[in-house]
């Protein structure tokens, strides 16, 4: 079982943007843990960080004939990108939004999620766990 996860804008400055509301860990170390995770899961996982658009849609269009399931944080693409969630919708595997703080507590502007309604669920406010979960959800949706 394969899983893509993509990590969106801005999330590769993890661990010194914003400590307050992202915690401490770096990319580099939620990976780490992920790949961790996926293996005690029966996960392969494959984590990638994008800060464009067209970057994240051509790794959703591609994830499509590679993986199984994706796990993905758009940043803050999550309150604006149509074509993102046009993209998720086209591709017909199943993809979990997270997000490290709870959006829904966040500035008005952050509260709405225009690509949760393309995902097959949103996991959000665990922090770096979210993406713990969101494998853990996925690998069960995949076995049914």
Do not use: W
Not at 16 to 44: F, N
């Amino acid at each position: 079982m394969r899983v893509l996860v993509i990590h969106g804008a801005n999330l590769n400055l993890l661990g010194e943007r914003e400590p307050q509301l992202y915690g401490t860990q770096t990319l580099a170390e939620i990976d780490a843990d992920l790949l961790e995770t996926g293996r005690k899961l029966g996960i392969e996982v494959r984590c990638v960080q994008h800060n464009s658009e067209s970057a994240i849609i051509d790794a959703l269009h591609a994830a499509r004939t590679e993986y199984r399931g994706i796990v993905l944080n758009p940043g803050a693409y999550t309150h604006y990108s149509y074509a993102i969630a046009d993209a998720i919708a086209a591709i017909r595997i199943p993809v979990i939004e997270v997000h490290l703080t709870n959006i829904a507590a966040r500035e008005p502007h952050r509260r709405t999620s225009v690509t949760a309604s393309a995902c097959a669920g949103s996991i959000v406010g665990f922090g770096a766990r979210s993406y713990r979960l969101a494998l853990h959800a996925l690998r069960e949706m995949l076995e049914e």
